[in-house]
């Protein structure tokens, strides 16, 4: 899919505030609101806009710290495993990656206890082989938007 | 942790924007039997109160041609993690790092265009001098995020 000026500022105007109105962007780029919402559903639909979410602060609603966790599996099963693990509630992203792991899985946690229970629940799936935890402390993130944490 | 929590209220209001940031106020003041104000002022409050950072929409990077996330562990020479990353920071690309214990000392996350820019990045990172070594897993796919599944006490 090509992208036009008005794909490229719905795209950047809602990563900064998802919330922005289409009218107030339909106005910048002198068209009406209802190209706007039409743009922005095709992108939706074609899978480039994935979701819209609000960037909630964990630290805030309970949790302390990060962890994130690599997963070696058996062979063939990383997408079955993928599936189960992106339900767990407190995981944020998860995904498949070539290197040090077959898949890696970033969650917020509450406390050494709900860590071990994460551990465990991973390590008990059918196929995991190995499960490796880094615990994230004096996080930076420079580009929030791209991760969402 | 901080002491305030959040409501009844309020978890429905944060709810309802996790799945959906552009959620109309007045459809979860409904959802919640109260005034579209009380959403309002809740919603500001959540903001103020720096519970809601902000929201955003999430984006296929691979659909916009933007490149691969690619997560780098670094292993350093004791003592130095908060000079490397203080430069790891300055890479181009960079989405967020964090010092880490573990497997790792020092964990980060970029987001780059080919192969040849992860070498690049790779290299410039193990060129520091208190690096030790760097290990590196590339996304395959787009990662799958479940702000959703979020849980709230």
Not at chain 1, 11 to 21: F, G, P, Q, V, W
Not at chain 1, 55 to 81: C, E, H, L, W
Not at chain 2, 51 to 73: Q, Y
Request: charged letters at 30%; aromatic letters at 8%.
């Amino acid at each position: 899919m090509k992208f036009d000026k008005i794909d490229n500022v719905i795209i950047k105007d809602l990563k900064e505030d998802a919330r922005t109105s289409f009218r107030e962007i339909a106005r910048k780029l002198k068209v009406s609101p209802d190209t706007i919402s039409n743009r922005f559903e095709k992108l939706q639909k074609e899978g480039i806009i994935i979701d819209t979410t609000v960037v909630i602060n964990p630290s805030k609603i309970g949790y302390s710290f990060i962890a994130r966790f690599g997963i070696k599996v058996k062979p063939a099963y990383s997408t079955q495993i993928l599936d189960k693990i992106i339900t767990i509630p407190s995981v944020i992203v998860a995904s498949k990656i070539v290197g040090i792991y077959d898949l890696v899985a970033i969650s917020v946690v509450k406390n050494f206890q709900h860590l071990w229970e994460l551990r465990d629940t991973i390590l008990e799936m059918p196929y995991v082989e190995s499960v490796k935890i880094g615990m994230w402390v004096k996080t930076m993130e420079l580009a929030p938007h791209y991760f969402l944490i | 942790m901080s002491g305030k929590m959040t409501d009844e209220i309020d978890v429905k209001v944060l709810r309802a924007l996790q799945k959906n940031a552009r959620t109309p106020l007045k459809e979860i003041a409904e959802h919640c039997n109260v005034t579209i104000d009380t959403i309002k002022n809740r919603f500001i409050a959540l903001k103020e109160r720096g519970v809601i950072r902000g929201s955003t929409i999430v984006i296929d990077p691979k659909r916009m041609d933007l490149g691969n996330l690619v997560i780098l562990g670094i292993r350093i020479v004791e003592r130095y993690s908060e000079s490397v990353l203080n430069m790891v920071i300055k890479i181009p690309g960079l989405c967020v790092a964090t010092k880490a214990i573990g497997e790792y000392d020092i964990e980060a996350i970029f987001l780059l265009k080919d192969i040849e820019q992860i070498g690049t990045t790779k290299e410039m990172i193990e060129d520091f001098p208190q690096v030790k070594s760097v290990d590196i897993g590339i996304f395959v796919d787009k990662p799958l995020l479940c702000p959703k599944n979020f849980e709230f006490d």
